[in-house]
Structures are given as C-alpha cells and as structure tokens.
C-alpha cells in the first residue's frame, strides 16, 4: 500500500458534492424521525385501524394497513427509532471494543499483538449470521442481546481495519520520536496515533453503521428479532411478507427504509472517507 | 423446528363450500349427527360408517406426486417409536399400513384389519385380519409382525412416544390364525381408533434397524435423505388391488412459508401444507390450484399455571381471557380457517359440546372488573410465546393491545422456538400452547388434563377432572358419556386455565390435478394419508 | 520462492490452532444453548423417560471433557462421527450439502468475479462519464439492499408473476446441467447480485485511487493508452486487497448465505449448521464450524499468497512476516 497521500484520499467535483448532499438530507431526516417518532404518528403503532389486513393507502392509513391490521406508516416511523439507536449502539460497541483494541495492538506489537490477532482471525472465521441466531437462539432477542452480539460481531472487523491504520502511522517518524522520548501507553495512543487515524474510524463507523442495519434486518428477518409487537425495519418486513404476493407492497416499505440509510451512509462515506481501509460488507 | 403430531375429530358446517364435488364433501345431515368425536363410538357391534361420496371421474393411473411440507427435521426417522411430526406420518402412511384408518369422521374404518368387534364390557377386542397381504420384500405377513408392533411400544428403552397408549393394553395374542385378540385392563370403547394411529404401523417381527424399511404400504422407499427428501415409487404388491394410483411421490421441505406458496402456484410441488394469511387468498384465486381445508380441533391457547404467582390468580386469569378478540383472530389473522373456541377443547361441532356454557369474546367491562378485582395493579405481567406455537404471537400481540384499554401491564416474551418446550412451556406463569388433536377428545384429555402428565402445561390438579375422563372412556351409554363430557368441559371452563380462542383449521394447497383426498381430521392433506388415495389427472 | 513456501507453512500451522480453538468455543457454546439434543428432538411429546432413554442411547450421559476428547480423538483420525439426530455419518450429511453449497458458491463466483472485476474496471476507465455515473448508482444500491428483499423480489417476479424460473431450488442429483442450471438460476442470480456490487465497488474505489499516484502519472507522460493504465498497470496493483474482497465474498458465498438459503429452501451447507444448532446436534455442528473456519482460513491464504505473488515488492522479509502475524 502507497504512504498516506491526502490527494489520493479526498474526492473533490460537483458529483461528489451531490452524492454527499443527497446522502445527509437522507440520513438527517431518518436521525429526525428518529426522534420526534413519537408526535409524528397519525395513530399509535400497535392500535388495529381496520379489521381488513393490507388495504392499500388511503385516509384511514397513508401507506396502508399490515398484517393485523394496524397502520403501516406509523409503525414504520417508530421502527425508525428502533432500527437506528439499535444500529448505533451496535456499532458504537463494536468500535469501543475494536479501535482500542486494534490501537492498542498496533503500538504494542509482539506478543500481546500476534495474541489479540489471532483470537480475532477465529471470530472472524466463524460466519457472522450464524453466530448471531445461535447467541440470540442461547440467550433469548431482547434488545440489550441483539446489540451485544451485533456489536461483538462487527467489532473483529473495526479491530483490524484499527490494527491496519495504527501500523501504518506507529512506523512514521513522529511516533518514533514519542516513543523514544519515553512517552507511556496512553500519551501514544491519546495523543499521536488517535488524532491521526480519527477520520478514517469516523468513516468506518459509518459505512459499519450500514453494516449494522443490514445485519440487524436480517437476524429480524429470520425471525429473531426484538419482542412484538415492537418491530424494527427488518421485523417489519418479515411480519408483512406474506402480503407481497397477495400484491401488497406492504414489505416493500421498510425495507426501501432499509436501503435508503445504508445507500446513504455509504454516499457519505464515498465523498468523505478513505477508501484505503475500508471494510467490505464483512458478511 | 416445532413437531406436529396429529389426530382429531370434527366436521364443520360453519364453512360454506361452493367449489363442488371435487373437493371436501359437505356432511349430510344424518351422518353428522351421527359423528362421533372422542369417546363416542357407533353402535357397540363397531360397523363403519361410510359416507356416500359424490362420484368424480374414474383415478387414472399414473404420474410422479410431489409434496412439500412446512415442516422439516434431520430427526426424520421411520421408527414407529420416534414419530414425532408431519413428514414420519406421510413417510408411515405411503410405507407401512396399520390395521385401521381414519375417516372423515374420525371413525375407524378396516385396513389391515378386516373386521373388529368387543366383548360385553369393551375390555377384549378381537380383529379379523386381511388374508393374503405381503410385505414389500415378499414375506406373508403373520399375527406375530402384528404383535410385534404394537407390543415394541412398551419397552422402556425404546422410549416410544406412545407408550401410554399402550399402557392399558395387557396383552395381545394371536386368536386364531388370522385373528389378533388385545386384552385391556380397563375398557375403552375407542380402541379401534386408538390402533389406527400411525405409530402403530405394522412392521416385521424383529424389526430393530430401520434404515431399510419394510411394510405392507403402498410404496417402497427409493430414496431418503433425511431433512431433505424422500422418493417412494409404487409397491407393485400392494394388497389393495389397482392402487396405488401415482408411480412415484417426492416429499420434501419448504419452511418458508412464501416460498411454499410459490412452489405450488408454480407447479413444483402439486401439493403444499399449512398455508396462511394471503398464502390462502393466492390459491383460492389461482385457476391451478385451490385450497384444501380440515376442520380440526388443533389449537394454540395461553395456559395459565396453576403452581405459581401471579397465573394462580383467578380473578387475572379472567381479566386476561375477556381481553381476547377472538373474532379478529379468525377473521383477520387465520383468514376465517379455523373456528371460534370457548376456552375448553371441544370444538362446538361436536355432538358432546355443552352449548349452556356462555360463548366468551372481548368485553372490556368484564376484563375491567376481574383486573380490578384481581388486585395486580401496575405489575408487569409478562406471557410467553414462540412460532413453535403458530399463532401465538399474534395472539399475543391482540391481548397487548387490549390490555392497554384497561391498564393492565401486559408484555409479550417471544422465546425461539428450538428449545420452547423444554425450557419455556409451562415453566413460566403464562406460556403459549399448542395442541394437535388426537384420534379422541378422550385422549386428548388424558395428555393435557388428568394430574401430573408431562403435558399438562397448567400443572392443574383436580381429582374429579380425573375421574370425569376415566369415566367417559369407559361409559359405553351414549347419553350418560355426553353428559360426563359436559361436565369435563364445565370444569375446565370455569377453571379458567386454558385461554383458547379459536381451533385452527390444517389449510393445505393443492393442485387442481390432484383428486381423491378427503380432509380427515388427523392430520394435513387426508389426515396424512393420501398415498393410496391420491391420483392425478392427466 | 522457499521464503513464501515458509510463510505458507506458517499460516497453515496458525490455521491449526484456530481451527482448534474454534472447535472449543462451539463445544462450549453448544453446552451452554439450553435445551439438548434429545429434548429438541422429541420436541413437544417428549416424557422424560424418552429423553432418558434417547440420552443414553446417544451417549449424553457422559462428562463434557469425555465427550469432546472423544469427538477431538475422531476429528484427527479424520471420522467426523455420527449425527445424533439421524445416525447417519456426519461425512455422508456433509458430503451432499458440501456438493451443494460448492455448486452455488462456485457458480456465483465464477459469474460474478469476472463481472464485478470487468464493470469497476470499465467505471474507472471512464470514470465522471455516464457509464460511471448510471452504473455507480445501480452498484450501490445493490450492494446495501438487504439480500432478503433482492431473492424475494426476484421469486415474485421470475417464479410466481412470470413462471420462466422455479421458486424452490430443489437440487436432484439426477439432474443434468440444463435442468440444474434453470433451478439454480435465481439463487445464483440473487447472490451475483449481492456480491457483484461489493466487488465492483471496491475495484473501482481501488483502481481510481491508484490512478492519482505517482507511477501513474509516469506512465501516462510516457504515452500509455488509458485503457492499458487501467486493465494492466492498475489491475496488477490492486491484485492484493481485491483478492482479499473475493476472498471475503467467497467465504460468504460458502458459509454466510443463511437468508437466500431460506428463500429458496436451498440444501445447503449454512442452513444445515443453523438446523444443527436448533437440533442441538452436536458432531454435526462441530463438523460444519471446522468447515466454515477452514474455508475461510484457506481463502484468505489464499488472497495473500496471490497479493505476495503479484507484488514482488511484498515478498521481503519484512512484508511477509507482516502478512503472516
């Protein structure tokens, strides 16, 4: 890999601006719903507002009742909030857990490196989906459980993206110099190597956010989600799946939601970030 | 990966059914007084009614069935001890033969068994058996294969799921050269349609190893992958002359649910079970296949336990089963497949069902009152449910919400469903339950209901309960056994326990090729048992 | 050359210890799920005599450790043991799904790679064009769609609405390759899907990246053609952290596929462990995580190798004992 070069991070150009204004007008609108959820639904997302499951849009429900009979739009609106705070919590867990570690690897080196690394190559061997429905499977779908095993999941993937930014920056000369000045641990890691590798994190954190939500539909759309009848995106669409082929498109709505955020954070991070080390979907 | 086992009684007049001869046969009215469920059999001499069919074409011969189910476990077996589920039944069925079968009245009718008729006091029943059926590998079958395989069953190492069934069974002994004579220690009047039922099938004496089966059925097995698939192509020898009328039938899985639906809409399969919600809307308006409905009493219920706070509370118990909107479950939920229940397990088709007892819906005053009463307050009731119990989330989900109305605390616990019934049925205050039926009420009493059974979720204890059930299965008075059912059924009710809704109904999907099944009211597709039946049209 | 036969001798010794470790962890997992496999099996109608019954027939009652030294003892000497659930040999489960999941997850990558590799090859060729711009959108997309929503909209389409495709993929061994291959269409379909656009991005983000660079900029002062910049300058460049992405997506394709699996009631390998693990079955269990873990060490041994072996620069010392700590 070629040194850090600050041109070959950025994209500059009218189309990245557009992908990036178009990406934070999406992502700003779902923190929005996310949190006035609440005042903003026409009816409280457990009511029945029809005994008739999926009627399409109309006054009673603007994008038509699901499969008992309660309106759609609203339930979408709180599974906002669900699906975001879960996601973000996740992800910030995993990045807890993962850049400290990773950090830490990468400036200690040796032993307690090869260690940390290897126990992570065996997390990271085990199929993600697969861990997730036998944890969840051990330990019951309460909100707390889907967030720890999510977070655990992905936090093998932000340790070695961290391993791999902190190795690059501890070999350069600045840290040297630290190192024989005789700094300790935590001035290293707080104050040279931190500053420097913070945006490429950031943008690892958002492109793992996208990572999260999908993850997180999944494990709900195989039916291992949180407790009804609190659904989020991923529960929404598996609880109304069956009405796609009586011509419904009542599942085609959050999971449309679904996509929207994580192609948005990923407009985000392709106009922002550093391609260099980036993750991919880690499936 | 739940199990269904199945077994039942019922017919249903609720559902009107305009598609004409071709599919399930509306009961005359004679014939369904005459419909025994449970412990009613017709008169004592044990001759079959036979309900008169409208005649369709002639079955024609041939063509490959394919069948997929909703159900799947590697634990797929054709050990008679270890049937637990849907895919053993069909396997049992198109393999071995048992002595009797089930109608659409779950009456005994004779299979293997000729005739059968009982002693004075219904403690000895002697069977007159078929002359001249072999095995698939050439072998005559003799009394001593029958004995073996109902006898296996109570060996205690092999741990067969019907061994209480055998329980009452002393002895079974060959009387005669073709007849089977089985002794009882109490007597049952429903043992013909007790020894229907397809754990016990008839296998060769001896058998230990299953991997290579071998039974009078009408298929022989060419292939079997288990949790996958299995072929079975047309026993040349069956004893029923010009059947079976299909030459191969395919039985695999499909768990998803839309994904079985579009397997028989696109013709990969000719026949699917269990299908919901707008699954069932799809077939009943698709020009290839149409829907096959069994009225049963299968349900899924929220049972109460009777050993622990805050379950033992009577008064929440009734608060809980008032907040149940039983007509949106059926009508919106189970799409009108199933039928209204009164919190007891028999269905209100059955001649046995005491109308006297108040049908009971959604009132929110009642619920109200009993909450009040109940003097729970604000404290966090929690209920279990799972999809190993179909249903019961959505079940859930309606009691939430009502529960709102009134400001009881309700919150639902969604368990996984692999582990359900080991870790989480019955073991907390209130659990979902589902129960398939069982050849008779009076069987199904005898797991659910009597003291301390393993499947008594409620861990209800009542001595007179106890005795009702004996009683009824041993009354050989009509009128005095629909009296003790009354009573059977007054009791649970009152009691409190067993909040259930509605009977689900087994929805099948099948192709309008197929012809020849009759919903019998043990299982899906024909009870299970459609191999001899089946045919397809050309 | 012994240098990278050295570093390949490593990392397979490694791959032991994690495979090893591995093997622990789902020991310990399966102990710790509630629930074992006699009491899933007989499900709801289990009595406890025919949980007993059923546990020491499959040798339950003995200790842990006992069991796992005794299933540890197997694995070396190669017998994966017996399925408790069906008694059949584990080998023999395995060997059908094995078959299965390869022919899914060779035919996508065989479709995919070359397609995803050649679109983000062809989107930095003209990158800022409407091709890069059209076809930049369709990738992305694709790549952050859950893949439940991908393979159920193309069953509605394909199987139910159309009726060109089958719904199931029902995999008979009897069939030939014209009948397999329109079963087999819509998963692999699906999968191309997902994993195309993964690829394509990362090579289009790799290879444009690379394009800013010094070396670059030589080559075009030298009069390179743009096309030869790209598909040969740029490719061999980006050959290492691509190979990883293949590598990743493969090890996916073999192990991850749990929801399109679903969908299409696949027999494969990843719902077999899920199967397993609800049954509780644990050499089958055991089994499936070796195989999964080893896929994937495997393949990203290989992606290394084929990064060290592209870029001589990468085979010193130095770039070698990086790749292998």
Same mark, same amino acid.
């Given at each position: 890999?070629?040194?850090?070069?600050?041109?070959?991070?950025?994209?500059?150009?009218?189309?990245?601006?557009?992908?990036?204004?178009?990406?934070?007008?999406?992502?700003?609108?779902?923190?929005?719903?996310?949190?006035?959820?609440?005042?903003?639904?026409?009816?409280?997302?457990?009511?029945?507002?029809?005994?008739?499951?999926?009627?399409?849009?109309?006054?009673?429900?603007?994008?038509?009742?699901?499969?008992?009979?309660?309106?759609?739009?609203?339930?979408?609106?709180?599974?906002?909030?669900?699906?975001?705070?879960?996601?973000?919590?996740?992800?910030?867990?995993?990045?807890?857990?993962?850049?400290?570690?990773?950090?830490?690897?990468?400036?200690?080196?040796?032993?307690?490196?090869?260690?940390?690394?290897?126990?992570?190559?065996?997390?990271?061997?085990?199929?993600?989906i697969?861990?997730?429905?036998?944890?969840?499977?051990?330990?019951?779908?309460?909100?707390?459980? #889907?967030?720890?095993?999510?977070?655990?999941?992905?936090?093998?993937? &932000?340790?070695?993206?961290?391993?791999?930014?902190?190795?690059?920056?501890?070999?350069?000369?600045?840290?040297?110099?630290?190192?024989?000045?005789?700094?300790?641990?935590?001035?290293?890691?707080?104050?040279?190597?931190?500053?420097?590798?913070?945006?490429?994190?950031?943008?690892?954190?958002?492109?793992?956010?996208?990572?999260?939500?999908l993850?997180?539909?999944s494990?709900?759309f195989?039916?291992?989600?949180?407790?009804?009848?609190?659904?989020?995106?991923?529960?929404?669409v598996?609880?109304?799946l069956?009405?796609l082929s009586?011509?419904?498109?009542?599942p085609i709505?959050?999971a449309l939601?679904i996509a929207?955020?994580?192609?948005?954070?990923?407009?985000?991070?392709?106009?922002?970030?550093?391609?260099?080390?980036?993750?991919t979907r880690?499936l | 990966?739940?199990?269904?086992?199945?077994?039942?009684?019922?017919?249903?007049?609720?559902?009107?059914?305009?598609?004409?001869?071709?599919?399930?046969?509306?009961?005359?009215?004679?014939?369904?007084?005459?419909?025994?469920?449970?412990?009613?059999?017709?008169?004592?001499?044990?001759?079959?009614?036979?309900?008169?069919?409208?005649?369709?074409?002639?079955?024609?011969?041939?063509?490959?069935?394919?069948?997929?189910?909703?159900?799947?476990?590697?634990?797929?077996?054709?050990?008679?001890?270890?049937?637990?589920?849907?895919?053993?039944?069909?396997?049992?069925? /198109?393999?071995?033969?048992?002595?009797?079968?089930?109608?659409?009245?779950?009456?005994?009718?004779?299979?293997?068994?000729?005739?059968?008729?009982?002693?004075?006091?219904?403690?000895?029943?002697?069977?007159?058996?078929?002359?001249?059926?072999?095995?698939?590998?050439?072998?005559?079958?003799?009394?001593?294969?029958?004995?073996?395989?109902?006898?296996?069953?109570?060996?205690?190492?092999?741990?067969?799921?019907?061994?209480?069934?055998?329980?009452?069974?002393?002895?079974?002994?060959?009387?005669?050269?073709?007849?089977?004579?089985?002794?009882?220690?109490?007597?049952?009047?429903?043992?013909?349609?007790?020894?229907?039922?397809?754990?016990?099938?008839?296998?060769?004496?001896?058998?230990?190893?299953?991997?290579?089966?071998?039974?009078?059925?009408?298929?022989?097995?060419?292939?079997?992958?288990?949790?996958?698939?299995?072929?079975?192509?047309?026993?040349?020898?069956?004893?029923?002359?010009?059947?079976?009328?299909?030459?191969?039938?395919?039985?695999?899985?499909v768990?998803d649910?839309v994904a079985r639906?579009n397997a028989?809409l696109s013709g990969d399969?000719?026949?699917?079970?269990?299908?919901?919600?707008?699954?069932?809307?799809?077939?009943?308006?698709?020009?290839?296949?149409?829907?096959?409905?069994?009225?049963?009493?299968?349900?899924?219920?929220?049972?109460?336990?009777?050993?622990?706070?805050?379950?033992?509370?009577?008064?929440?118990?009734?608060?809980?089963?008032?907040?149940?909107?039983?007509?949106?479950?059926?009508?919106?939920?189970?799409?009108?497949?199933?039928?209204?229940?009164?919190?007891?397990?028999?269905? /209100?088709?059955?001649?046995?069902?005491?109308?006297?007892? &108040?049908?009971?819906?959604?009132?929110?005053?009642?619920?109200?009152?009993?909450?009040?009463?109940?003097?729970?307050?604000?404290?966090?009731?929690?209920?279990?449910?799972?999809?190993?119990?179909?249903?019961?989330?959505?079940?859930?989900?309606?009691?939430?919400?009502?529960?709102?109305?009134?400001? #009881?605390?309700?919150?639902?616990?969604?368990?996984?469903?692999?582990?359900?019934?080991?870790?989480?049925?019955?073991?907390?205050?209130?659990?979902?339950?589902?129960?398939?039926?069982?050849?008779?009420?009076?069987?199904?009493?005898?797991?659910?209901?009597?003291?301390?059974?393993?499947?008594?979720?409620?861990?209800?204890?009542?001595?007179?309960?106890?005795?009702?059930?004996?009683?009824?299965?041993?009354?050989?008075?009509?009128?005095?056994?629909?009296?003790?059912?009354?009573?059977?059924?007054?009791?649970?009710?009152?009691?409190?326990?067993?909040?259930?809704?509605?009977?689900?109904?087994?929805?099948?999907?099948?192709?309008?090729?197929?012809?020849?099944?009759?919903?019998?009211?043990?299982?899906?597709?024909?009870?299970?048992?459609?191999?001899?039946?089946?045919?397809?049209?050309? | 050359?012994?240098?990278?036969?050295?570093?390949?001798?490593?990392?397979?010794?490694?791959?032991?210890?994690?495979?090893?470790?591995?093997?622990?962890?789902?020991?310990?997992?399966?102990?710790? #799920?509630?629930?074992?496999?006699?009491?899933?099996?007989?499900?709801?109608?289990?009595?406890?005599?025919?949980?007993?019954?059923?546990?020491?027939?499959?040798?339950?009652?003995?200790?842990?450790?006992?069991?796992?030294?005794?299933?540890?003892?197997?694995?070396?000497?190669? @017998?994966?043991?017996?399925?408790?659930?069906?008694?059949?040999?584990?080998?023999?489960?395995?060997?059908?799904?094995?078959r299965n999941t390869g022919i899914l997850a060779g035919s996508t990558t065989l479709i995919a790679v070359p397609l995803a590799i050649g679109l983000g090859?062809m989107?930095?060729?003209?990158?800022?064009?409407?091709?890069?711009?059209i076809a930049?959108i369709v990738v992305l997309a694709l790549s952050a769609t859950p893949e439940f929503l991908i393979g159920t909209l193309a069953v509605l389409l394909f199987a139910v609405k159309l009726r060109w495709l089958p719904a199931i993929a029902n995999v008979d061994?009897?069939f030939d390759v014209g009948q397999l291959s329109r079963t087999l269409l819509l998963p692999v379909g699906t999968l191309t899907l997902v994993v195309a656009g993964q690829i394509a991005r990362m090579t289009?983000?790799?290879?444009?990246?690379?394009?800013?660079?010094?070396?670059?900029?030589?080559?075009?002062?030298?009069?390179?053609?743009?096309?030869?910049?790209?598909?040969?300058?740029?490719?061999?460049?980006?050959?290492?952290?691509?190979?990883?992405v293949v590598?990743l997506n493969v090890a996916y394709l073999v192990s991850g596929v749990v929801v399109v699996e679903t969908i299409f009631a696949y027999p494969g390998m990843a719902r077999?462990?899920?199967?397993?693990?609800?049954?509780?079955?644990?050499?089958?269990?055991?089994?499936?995580?070796?195989?999964?873990?080893?896929?994937? &060490?495997?393949?990203?041994?290989?992606? @290394?190798?084929?990064?060290?072996?592209?870029?001589?620069?990468?085979?010193?010392?130095?770039?070698?004992?990086?790749?292998?700590?």
């Amino acid at each position: 890999m070629t040194a850090l070069e600050p041109s070959a991070i950025v994209q500059r150009g009218p189309r990245r601006q557009w992908s990036l204004v178009i990406g934070l007008i999406v992502i700003t609108t779902s923190v929005l719903i996310a949190v006035f959820g609440p005042f903003l639904v026409q009816h409280d997302p457990t009511a029945f507002v029809s005994s008739d499951a999926f009627i399409p849009s109309g006054s009673t429900a603007w994008l038509g009742t699901d499969y008992l009979g309660r309106d759609l739009l609203s339930r979408l609106i709180t599974g906002t909030r669900i699906t975001l705070a879960m996601a973000f919590a996740a992800t910030f867990f995993a990045h807890i857990l993962g850049d400290t570690l990773g950090l830490l690897a990468a400036i200690r080196g040796g032993i307690a490196d090869a260690f940390i690394s290897r126990f992570v190559d065996v997390l990271l061997s085990l199929p993600k989906i697969i861990v997730g429905l036998v944890v969840v499977a051990a330990l019951g779908s309460s909100t707390s459980i #889907l967030i720890a095993v999510a977070g655990i999941v992905y936090a093998s993937g &932000v340790f070695r993206v961290a391993r791999a930014l902190g190795a690059d920056i501890v070999v350069m000369d600045f840290v040297r110099a630290a190192r024989a000045r005789g700094e300790r641990l935590p001035w290293l890691l707080f104050g040279e190597v931190l500053p420097n590798v913070a945006l490429p994190l950031a943008t690892d954190f958002a492109l793992r956010l996208s990572f999260a939500i999908l993850f997180m539909s999944s494990l709900s759309f195989l039916g291992l989600g949180i407790q009804p009848p609190n659904a989020d995106w991923g529960g929404l669409v598996r609880e109304n799946l069956s009405g796609l082929s009586a011509g419904s498109l009542a599942p085609i709505f959050p999971a449309l939601a679904i996509a929207a955020v994580t192609i948005s954070l990923n407009l985000i991070v392709d106009s922002l970030g550093d391609r260099r080390y980036q993750d991919t979907r880690g499936l | 990966m739940a199990s269904s086992e199945n077994s039942g009684g019922g017919s249903d007049v609720n559902k009107v059914n305009e598609e004409g001869p071709r599919t399930e046969t509306r009961p005359t009215r004679r014939a369904f007084n005459a419909t025994l469920i449970g412990g009613l059999a017709l008169a004592a001499g044990g001759i079959p009614l036979i309900m008169p069919k409208p005649a369709a074409s002639a079955p024609t011969r041939g063509g490959i069935l394919r069948v997929a189910t909703h159900t799947q476990s590697t634990n797929d077996t054709f050990d008679s001890t270890k049937y637990i589920y849907t895919n053993d039944y069909i396997r049992a069925t /198109s393999v071995y033969s048992t002595l009797t079968v089930l109608d659409e009245q779950s009456q005994a009718q004779p299979e293997l068994a000729e005739s059968f008729e009982p002693n004075a006091t219904a403690t000895r029943w002697v069977f007159k058996i078929r002359k001249g059926v072999k095995f698939q590998d050439g072998s005559p079958l003799a009394m001593d294969d029958i004995i073996f395989s109902i006898m296996r069953h109570k060996d205690p190492k092999l741990g067969s799921s019907a061994k209480p069934l055998v329980a009452n069974i002393t002895e079974v002994k060959a009387d005669g050269p073709d007849s089977i004579a089985i002794e009882l220690a109490s007597p049952d009047v429903d043992l013909p349609i007790m020894i229907g039922i397809f754990q016990f099938t008839i296998v060769k004496n001896g058998t230990t190893d299953f991997s290579n089966p071998v039974g009078t059925g009408p298929f022989k097995v060419k292939e079997f992958n288990p949790g996958v698939r299995c072929v079975m192509v047309r026993n040349e020898g069956y004893w029923k002359e010009g059947k079976p009328y299909v030459d191969q039938i395919e039985l695999f899985h499909v768990l998803d649910p839309v994904a079985r639906v579009n397997a028989l809409l696109s013709g990969d399969a000719q026949m699917v079970t269990d299908l919901k919600g707008t699954a069932i809307d799809q077939v009943a308006n698709s020009s290839s296949a149409r829907v096959f409905t069994t009225h049963c009493p299968r349900y899924t219920s929220i049972q109460g336990a009777a050993d622990r706070a805050p379950s033992n509370n009577l008064d929440l118990r009734m608060a809980i089963t008032y907040l149940m909107d039983r007509k949106r479950l059926l009508d919106t939920v189970m799409k009108g497949q199933g039928l209204i229940a009164n919190d007891h397990p028999i269905m /209100s088709t059955s001649p046995i069902y005491d109308a006297s007892l &108040v049908q009971r819906a959604l009132d929110l005053d009642k619920a109200k009152f009993h909450f009040g009463k109940s003097g729970i307050g604000s404290s966090k009731i929690e209920i279990d449910v799972s999809d190993a119990a179909p249903f019961s989330v959505e079940i859930g989900q309606l009691l939430q919400r009502e529960a709102t109305q009134i400001g #009881l605390d309700l919150e639902l616990k969604r368990d996984p469903a692999d582990s359900y019934w080991n870790t989480v049925a019955g073991q907390r205050p209130f659990t979902a339950i589902n129960f398939n039926p069982r050849p008779t009420y009076n069987m199904l009493l005898s797991l659910a209901w009597k003291s301390g059974v393993p499947w008594n979720f409620s861990h209800y204890s009542d001595s007179e309960l106890d005795n009702l059930i004996d009683k009824a299965r041993t009354t050989l008075d009509k009128s005095e056994r629909t009296h003790t059912y009354y009573q059977i059924e007054k009791i649970i009710y009152d009691a409190g326990y067993l909040m259930l809704p509605c009977f689900i109904s087994y929805v099948d999907g099948i192709s309008n090729k197929v012809q020849g099944l009759v919903p019998v009211p043990v299982g899906n597709l024909s009870g299970f048992n459609f191999a001899d039946r089946a045919w397809l049209e050309t | 050359m012994d240098k990278v036969l050295v570093f390949i001798l490593r990392r397979l010794a490694l791959a032991g210890v994690i495979l090893w470790i591995v093997s622990l962890l789902v020991f310990a997992g399966c102990e710790i #799920l509630p629930g074992d496999v006699a009491q899933v099996a007989l499900g709801q109608y289990a009595t406890p005599e025919s949980v007993r019954a059923l546990r020491t027939e499959l040798g339950l009652d003995r200790p842990a450790p006992e069991r796992y030294l005794d299933w540890l003892e197997g694995m070396l000497k190669g @017998d994966f043991g017996r399925s408790m659930t069906t008694k059949t040999p584990v080998s023999r489960l395995l060997s059908e799904r094995l078959r299965n999941t390869g022919i899914l997850a060779g035919s996508t990558t065989l479709i995919a790679v070359p397609l995803a590799i050649g679109l983000g090859l062809m989107m930095a060729l003209w990158s800022g064009g409407v091709f890069d711009r059209i076809a930049s959108i369709v990738v992305l997309a694709l790549s952050a769609t859950p893949e439940f929503l991908i393979g159920t909209l193309a069953v509605l389409l394909f199987a139910v609405k159309l009726r060109w495709l089958p719904a199931i993929a029902n995999v008979d061994p009897a069939f030939d390759v014209g009948q397999l291959s329109r079963t087999l269409l819509l998963p692999v379909g699906t999968l191309t899907l997902v994993v195309a656009g993964q690829i394509a991005r990362m090579t289009r983000a790799t290879v444009t990246n690379l394009l800013d660079s010094p070396f670059i900029e030589m080559a075009i002062l030298k009069g390179v053609p743009r096309w030869r910049l790209v598909f040969v300058h740029a490719l061999i460049n980006v050959v290492g952290p691509l190979a990883n992405v293949v590598a990743l997506n493969v090890a996916y394709l073999v192990s991850g596929v749990v929801v399109v699996e679903t969908i299409f009631a696949y027999p494969g390998m990843a719902r077999l462990m899920v199967d397993a693990v609800g049954a509780r079955d644990l050499p089958l269990v055991q089994a499936c995580a070796m195989l999964f873990c080893a896929a994937y &060490v495997l393949l990203i041994l290989a992606a @290394d190798l084929i990064a060290v072996l592209f870029n001589p620069r990468a085979r010193t010392n130095t770039q070698l004992k990086r790749l292998s700590t």
